[in-house]
């Protein structure tokens, strides 16, 4: 059976070509041609199934033939605040990997031990879309720029609310207990610190926010581990 080959258009429904950067695959990778059946994501819940009308060297025009809207994976909104590591590269593979299980929003943190306090959003947008081609996701996770953990804390929140940490001088619960619990509740946030942890002033902000605090089992966890194991975590308790 011939692959069905999945390219990201945001707006598909309201334009008839393909972004730059997808004709190139299209026509010079994969060497598509008039009348081939691609799909389109748009990145905000549909897929589109269409024909390739014109396939130029820089240019790939198409035809909608069938809108195919997709149902929500899972139950409510997972949001991931993070702190990014001093290696970028770890943040890729967790942006890449999170995305392929699936996160509706990756934020990221400057916190008091943060060795990293610049990421590339464009370069992390490319490598998510990327991932949901890759794993056929409806909607593509967004991304938001760095951020101070003071603020982060300043700005309304609703629904379900942790802090994972390694403090043993402040009480925590296991998140997937937390979350596997009934509640009316379903969009999770989950924070996740740097690789020295938040500070202990960040923890206790944190809960006086409204943040639970919580551990992510028995293993000491590297900060991109860890993000990749509290939205594992979101998937398992909440997957329709």
């Given at each position: 059976?011939?692959?069905?080959?999945?390219?990201?258009?945001?707006?598909?429904?309201?334009?008839?070509?393909?972004?730059?950067?997808?004709?190139?695959?299209?026509?010079?990778?994969?060497?598509?041609?008039?009348?081939?059946?691609?799909?389109?994501?748009?990145?905000?819940?549909?897929?589109?199934?269409?024909?390739?009308?014109?396939?130029?060297?820089?240019?790939?025009?198409?035809?909608?033939?069938?809108?195919?809207?997709?149902?929500?994976?899972?139950?409510?909104?997972?949001?991931?605040?993070?702190?990014?590591?001093?290696?970028?590269?770890?943040?890729?593979?967790?942006?890449?990997?999170?995305?392929?299980?699936?996160?509706?929003?990756?934020?990221?943190?400057?916190?008091?031990?943060?060795?990293?306090?610049?990421?590339?959003?464009?370069?992390?947008?490319?490598?998510?879309?990327?991932?949901?081609?890759?794993?056929?996701?409806?909607?593509?996770?967004?991304?938001?720029?760095?951020?101070?953990?003071?603020?982060?804390?300043?700005?309304?929140?609703?629904?379900?609310?942790?802090?994972?940490?390694?403090?043993?001088?402040?009480?925590?619960?296991?998140?997937?207990?937390?979350?596997?619990?009934?509640?009316?509740?379903?969009?999770?946030?989950?924070?996740?610190?740097?690789?020295?942890?938040?500070?202990?002033?960040?923890?206790?902000?944190?809960?006086?926010?409204?943040?639970?605090?919580?551990?992510?089992?028995?293993?000491?966890?590297?900060?991109?581990?860890?993000?990749?194991?509290?939205?594992m975590m979101m998937q398992l308790a909440q997957q329709r």
């Open positions: 059976m011939k692959e069905s080959r999945y390219f990201y258009v945001p707006g598909a429904a309201q334009q008839n070509e393909l972004p730059p950067d997808e004709a190139t695959h299209a026509t010079r990778v994969l060497r598509l041609k008039e009348g081939d059946e691609i799909f389109l994501m748009d990145g905000v819940g549909s897929f589109f199934k269409a024909q390739i009308t014109v396939a130029a060297t820089h240019h790939c025009y198409y035809e909608i033939l069938e809108r195919q809207p997709q149902q929500p994976q899972w139950e409510g909104h997972f949001h991931l605040a993070i702190a990014p590591t001093k290696m970028i590269e770890r943040m890729e593979w967790l942006v890449e990997k999170a995305t392929e299980v699936g996160v509706d929003e990756i934020s990221f943190l400057d916190c008091a031990f943060s060795e990293r306090r610049i990421v590339k959003l464009p370069r992390l947008d490319k490598i998510a879309v990327s991932a949901v081609k890759q794993s056929h996701k409806a909607w593509k996770p967004a991304l938001n720029d760095m951020e101070t953990f003071k603020a982060f804390m300043e700005e309304p929140r609703s629904g379900r609310k942790y802090i994972a940490h390694c403090y043993e001088e402040v009480p925590r619960v296991n998140l997937f207990d937390e979350l596997r619990k009934s509640s009316e509740e379903k969009d999770v946030t989950v924070l996740i610190g740097p690789e020295g942890d938040f500070s202990i002033d960040e923890v206790k902000l944190a809960v006086a926010n409204g943040y639970q605090s919580v551990d992510l089992g028995k293993s000491r966890l590297r900060t991109e581990t860890a993000g990749l194991a509290a939205v």
